[in-house]
C-alpha cells in the first residue's frame, strides 16, 4: 500500500500540478481608485501590486470605459455597459426613527455641528442654509447620512478643519422663487476637507437670477451648483449623484485636487461639468440638454479624464467641449466614449480647443446629425 501512495504522489508531481495550473485566470479587477497612469494612455503594468491585486507579475491592466476604475488584466475582455445610463436610484432612507429633527426654518446654519458629530437629521423649515461646520472648528470622521431638507440658499456647508468626512442618502430641495446676489445657491459646498465622500446625494432647483423676480438667463450662466468643490480640497470621491435644476454647473471643481466621480446625473443645469483641477477622473456623466455647455476644462494643470458621457435631446446650439490653459500651464481633457441621442442644432460646436490644451476624444464622441 505505501509503495502504491508513494507512486500516486510522484504522478501527482507531474501530472496534477498542471491541472491546477490551468485554474481559470483573473478578467479584471476593481479598485476603489484608479491606478497611477503615467503614460495617460489607460494602460498600467503592474509589478509590486501584483500579487495583492490577484494578478500574474508584470501584467498590464486596462482601464474599461465607463467604469469607475474596472480593469481587464493581460487583454481580457472588459464587461458589458448598457448602452443607456439609467437615472441613479438613490439608496432607501434610514428609518424614520433613526432621524434627529431639527425645526428651525429661515435660520442660518439650522444645524452646526459640533466636532465629530454624527447623526441622521431631518431640518424642516426651510432653512436659509441647512448644514454648515465652524470656521474654527475640527472635525474628523464626520458623517452626516440621512439628511432630508428644505433651503432658500444652501444645502451643506463644509468649512473650518474637516478631514475624513462622509455625506450620503441626502435630498435637499430648494425653494421655488430663485435666489439673487449675494445669497449664491449651492447644495453641496466643500470649503475645507482632505478625504471627503459624497454617496446616493440629490439635490433640487438651485438657480440665480440677475434680479428679484427673474428667470435664470443660461445664456449668461450665474451661480447656482449643484456641487462645489474649493481650494485645496481632496481626495475627493463622489458617487450617485442626481441634480435636478442649476443655474451653473452640476459639478463645480474649478478647484481641489484627486478628484473621483463614479456616476452622475444631471438634468436642467447650465453646464454638466466645469473643472480646473488637478487629477480629476470620472466614470461616467449623464448631462442630458446642458442649456449653456457640456465640460469645460480651464486652468493650470487642470486635468480631466472622463470615460464616457452621455448626452441627448440637444435644444440649443453649444461647445459640448472646451479647453483653456491658465495663466502659465496647460490644460487636457480626455473622453474616450460617448452616447449623443438626438439631433445637435445648427451651431453646435463638438470641442473648442484653446492654445495649449488638447482635447482627446473616442470615436463614438460625435454630433449626431
Given at each position: ?33 484608479p ?46 455597459i ?15 426613527a433613526?432621524?434627529?429633527?431639527v ?48 433651503t ?36 453641496v ?45 481632496g481626495?475627493?470621491?463622489i ?48 448631462c442630458?440638454d ?34 483653456e ?16 441621442t ?28
Amino acid at each position: 500500500m505505501r509503495w502504491l501512495l508513494a507512486l500516486v504522489a510522484l504522478v501527482c508531481t507531474f501530472a496534477c500540478t498542471p491541472a491546477f495550473a490551468q485554474a481559470k485566470a483573473v478578467q479584471t479587477v476593481t479598485l476603489s481608485a484608479p491606478l497611477v497612469d503615467s503614460n495617460r494612455d489607460g494602460k498600467v503594468t503592474v509589478s509590486a501590486q501584483a500579487k495583492a491585486l490577484g494578478v500574474p507579475a508584470r501584467s498590464v491592466l486596462t482601464l474599461c470605459a465607463g467604469t469607475a476604475y474596472t480593469y481587464a488584466v493581460n487583454g481580457a475582455p472588459c464587461p458589458v455597459i448598457p448602452t443607456t445610463t439609467k437615472r441613479p436610484v438613490l439608496a432607501s432612507p434610514a428609518p424614520e426613527a433613526s432621524f434627529v429633527t431639527v425645526a428651525a426654518p429661515k435660520k442660518n446654519g439650522a444645524l452646526k455641528l459640533a466636532d465629530a458629530a454624527k447623526g441622521r437629521y431631518r431640518v424642516t423649515g426651510p432653512a436659509f442654509r441647512v448644514i454648515e461646520t465652524y470656521k474654527d472648528g475640527v472635525y474628523k470622521d464626520l458623517i452626516i447620512d440621512g439628511l432630508d431638507a428644505d433651503t432658500t440658499r444652501d444645502g451643506i456647508r463644509l468649512q473650518g478643519k474637516v478631514e475624513r468626512v462622509t455625506i450620503r442618502n441626502v435630498t435637499i430641495r430648494h425653494a421655488a422663487t430663485p435666489n439673487v446676489s449675494p445669497d449664491l445657491p449651492e447644495c453641496v459646498a466643500i470649503r475645507n476637507g482632505i478625504d471627503v465622500r459624497l454617496e446616493h446625494i440629490r439635490c433640487d432647483g438651485f438657480y440665480m437670477t440677475d434680479k428679484a423676480g427673474g428667470s435664470p438667463n443660461f445664456a449668461y450662466p450665474r451661480n447656482g451648483d449643484i456641487v462645489a468643490i474649493e481650494s485645496g480640497v481632496g481626495p475627493v470621491y463622489i458617487d450617485d449623484l442626481v441634480g435636478i435644476g442649476a443655474s451653473d454647473s452640476l459639478l463645480d471643481f474649478l478647484k481641489g485636487h484627486g478628484l473621483t466621480v463614479g456616476r452622475a446625473y444631471g438634468r436642467q443645469v447650465a453646464r454638466c461639468l466645469k473643472s480646473g483641477a488637478v487629477n480629476v477622473h470620472i466614470a461616467v456623466l449623464d448631462c442630458g440638454d446642458t442649456r449653456a455647455s457640456g465640460i469645460e476644462v480651464k486652468g493650470n494643470d487642470a486635468v480631466v479624464d472622463l470615460f464616457r458621457y452621455d448626452f441627448n435631446g440637444m435644444t440649443r446650439p453649444i461647445t459640448v467641449f472646451s479647453a483653456e490653459k491658465g495663466t502659465t500651464k496647460s490644460a487636457s481633457l480626455t473622453v474616450p466614449a460617448c452616447e449623443f441621442t438626438g439631433k445637435a442644432p445648427v451651431g453646435t460646436k463638438l470641442k473648442v480647443a484653446g492654445p495649449g490644451t488638447s482635447i482627446n476624444l473616442g470615436p463614438s464622441c460625435t454630433l449626431p446629425k
